[in-house]
C-alpha cells in the first residue's frame, strides 16, 4: 500500500506571496491532517479534515487555510507569507478514529 | 501551555543496552498516546500506540508504559541498535468524534545510540 505523499518536496517563495501545498493519503484513509513544524515551535497542529470537512483547527492565523477533496485528497494553502512561516510541513492520514496517524514526508518551504 | 513534554532533550546509549524515553501529560482528557521517530527532513515514523485502557503495549523491542495516575509515558527500546538513533517524539490525543483525530506533541528526544 503506497504511503502518504506530499508535493511540491521543497518550495521556496518570497513574502506576501502565498504557496499551495498537496497532499495525497494512504488509500482508504479519510482523515487528513496537517502540522507544521520549526525548531522553535516543535510540531504544532494546523487543521484536520475527514470526509471534505474540517473537523479542527490549531491556533494559526486565518492566513492558513486548507480543504479536503471528495477522493480525500488535501490541500493547504498560506497566503500573505512572512519569514516565520518557513517550516516544514507534514501531512497526516488516518481511519479517523482515535488510531495511528501515518506522516507524509513533508514540504520543506522558505520564505525569503 | 505545554500538554505534552519531553523533559530529556536527548539520551546518548550504548548499543545493546536499553534506551528509556520518558514524557509527561497534563490533559487528563487525553486517551491515546503514540511514539514517533524522526530523521531530519523527513516525516516521523509511527512506532507504537497505547490507549488509555491499557498500561502497557509491546511490539518487538518497543515496549509502551502508561501510568494514568502519574499522566507519564515511557518508551523502552531494547536492546538498542545504532539505526535506533534519531528524534524521538511522544504524541497524545483526545479523541471525540466533533473534534477528530488532533495530536498535541512533545518537543522530542534525540537518541544516539553508540556501536
Known amino acids: 500500500k503506497a504511503g502518504v505523499t506530499q508535493t511540491p518536496r521543497y518550495l521556496i517563495k518570497t513574502r506576501g506571496q502565498q504557496v499551495t501545498l498537496s497532499c495525497s493519503p494512504i488509500?482508504?484513509?479519510?482523515?487528513v491532517s496537517w502540522y507544521q513544524q520549526t525548531p522553535g515551535q516543535g510540531l504544532q497542529f494546523l487543521f484536520e479534515y475527514f470526509s471534505e470537512t474540517q473537523r479542527n483547527k490549531g491556533n494559526f492565523p486565518g492566513r492558513f487555510s486548507g480543504r479536503q477533496f471528495s477522493n480525500s485528497r488535501s490541500e493547504m494553502n498560506v497566503s500573505t507569507l512572512e519569514l516565520g512561516d518557513s517550516a516544514l510541513y507534514l501531512c497526516a492520514s488516518s481511519l479517523g478514529e482515535p488510531n495511528e496517524q501515518f506522516f507524509g514526508p513533508g514540504t520543506r518551504l522558505t520564505v525569503l | 501551555d505545554q500538554q505534552v513534554k519531553q523533559n530529556s532533550p536527548s539520551l546518548s546509549v550504548q548499543e545493546g543496552r536499553i534506551s528509556i524515553l520518558n514524557c509527561d501529560y497534563t490533559n487528563s482528557m487525553f486517551d491515546y498516546f503514540l511514539w514517533y521517530k524522526k530523521y531530519p527532513a523527513e516525516g516521523p515514523t509511527f512506532l507504537i500506540s497505547i490507549s488509555s485502557i491499557k498500561d502497557k503495549n509491546e511490539d518487538g523491542r518497543f515496549t509502551v508504559f502508561l501510568n494514568k495516575s502519574a499522566k507519564h509515558l515511557s518508551l523502552h527500546i531494547v536492546p538498542s541498535q545504532p539505526g535506533d538513533s534519531a528524534v524521538y517524539f511522544c504524541?497524545?490525543?483526545?479523541?471525540?468524534?466533533?473534534?477528530?483525530?488532533?495530536?498535541?506533541f512533545g518537543g522530542g528526544t534525540r537518541v544516539l545510540v553508540k556501536p
Open positions: 504524541a497524545a490525543s483526545a479523541y471525540y468524534e466533533a473534534a477528530g483525530n488532533k495530536l498535541t
Open positions: 488509500s482508504g484513509h479519510r482523515s
